[in-house]
Antibody, heavy 120, light 111 residues
């Protein structure tokens, strides 16, 4: 059974930083495409970032230059380093995996999410 | 980039069928067959129910079906059940700056 478990969310002031983690089991992070997707309060889903099997990374314009997606293959864990946080980054952040390691553009597995609140 | 356009809410009685539309543009739905649908019960993880326009993952009920015409995709749920009540999101690959674009979500109420 595939499990993706996010952690690291919390309360942070504007301009601050936070690192989210997504521990995977039953699914190899390094062999598949891994994403972060977020949902602001009362809003819809928004794709944030992807890391390809080969290590290439891509970001939504709204977070480019501030967020960094990475992985630790030995820990089978995905990360999202979030810097220069803004109130509009307040959201539940989901880790989502695309199985198959190719351009499928759909998310087969999801975690339960971790809440990030940016406020003064 | 603007999200794909979905109705904010739909409703139906048990046993009935409902259809949720998802309208995009020639840069996403109209050009690519990478349309997906997700079921998202409040407080839970989203679940993939349709990928590549009309394909169901293993284990997803055949009461869920989907199609695409031009710039609009549609999800139909037949034989509505109480546990179908959730938010539903469409998504599509886009050739503009984003990797994947989501719809704004549709809240399904089973009366």
């Amino acid at each position: 059974e595939v499990q993706l478990v996010e952690s690291g969310g919390g309360f942070v002031q504007p301009g601050g930083s936070l690192r989210l983690s997504c521990a995977a089991s039953g699914f190899t992070v390094s062999s598949n495409y891994m994403n972060w997707v977020r949902q602001a309060p009362g809003k819809g889903l928004e794709w944030v970032a992807v890391i390809y099997r080969g290590g290439s990374t891509y970001y939504a314009d709204s977070v480019k230059g501030r967020f960094t997606i990475s992985r630790d293959n030995s820990k089978n864990t995905l990360y999202l380093q979030m810097n220069t946080l803004r109130p509009e980054d307040t959201a539940v952040y989901f880790c989502a995996g695309e199985k198959g390691g190719y351009d499928s553009y759909h998310f087969d597995y999801w975690g339960q999410g971790t809440l990030v609140t940016v406020s003064s | 980039q603007s999200a794909l356009t979905q109705p904010a809410s739909v409703s139906g009685s048990p046993g009935q069928s409902i259809t949720i539309s998802c309208t995009g543009s020639s840069s996403d739905i109209g050009r690519y067959n990478f349309v997906s649908w997700y079921q998202h019960p409040p407080g839970k993880a989203p679940k993939l129910i349709i990928f590549a326009v009309s394909n169901r993952p293993s284990g997803v009920s055949n009461r869920f079906s989907a199609s695409k015409s031009g710039n609009t995709a549609s999800l139909t749920i037949s034989g509505l059940q109480a546990d179908d009540q959730a938010d539903y999101y469409c998504s599509s690959y886009t050739s503009s700056s984003s990797y994947v674009l989501f719809g704004g979500g549709t809240k399904l109420t089973v009366l």
